[in-house]
């Protein structure tokens, strides 16, 4: 009987200690921080900068990266993972909501990899100055026909 009941203490002592571990894991990890460019006048970036202060604040985007021109914002979105089964329909969202704070720009969103990559090396040319007005619309145009591509 006392070894049933040492056993059985033993058992709630590891199940308790083993719960106790990952407290912290599924809590809110919004460790995600936008860069913003700072940039000489011809590629001044004021409004990708505040489109992307704006969209990180949805709930579902874990982090975001944007350049404009003087004509169009291209934004790319990472999704946290159990949301990424509504892409289409986040982006249309975050699509809309741009398109009514710059009734200016042609918006252009993407959730795809590969395209936040790509804006996040022309974030980097542009935080650096090391693009110019023509270098950037001809990067910008080769990332809309990508996007166009994979619709």
């Known amino acids: 009987m006392k070894v049933k009941m040492l056993f059985f203490i033993?058992?709630?002592i590891g199940l308790g200690?083993?719960?106790n571990g990952n407290e912290n894991q599924l809590g809110d990890?919004?460790?995600?921080s936008i860069s913003q460019i700072h940039?000489?006048?011809?590629?001044?970036?004021s409004v990708a900068n505040h489109a992307k202060e704006k969209i990180i604040t949805k709930e579902e985007?874990?982090?975001?990266?944007?350049v404009n021109t003087d004509?169009?914002?291209l934004v790319a979105v990472k999704v946290k993972n159990f949301n990424r089964l509504r892409l289409k329909k986040i982006e249309k969202s975050v699509k809309s909501d741009l398109e009514e704070m710059y009734p200016d720009h042609k918006v252009f969103v993407s959730s795809d990899k590969k395209m936040f990559w790509e804006l996040e090396k022309i974030e980097q040319r542009l935080q650096q100055n090391d693009t110019n007005k023509k270098n950037l619309k001809k990067d910008l145009n080769k990332l809309k026909s990508l996007m166009k591509e994979q619709t």
Do not use: H, R, Y
Request: proline residues 4%; glycine residues 4%.
């Open 10 to 12: 033993l058992i709630l």
């Open 17 to 19: 200690s083993g719960c």
């Open 29 to 32: 990890n919004n460790d995600s």
């Open 39 to 45: 940039t000489s006048k011809p590629n001044e970036q």
């Open 61 to 66: 985007i874990s982090d975001v990266k944007a």
């Open 71 to 73: 004509k169009e914002l």
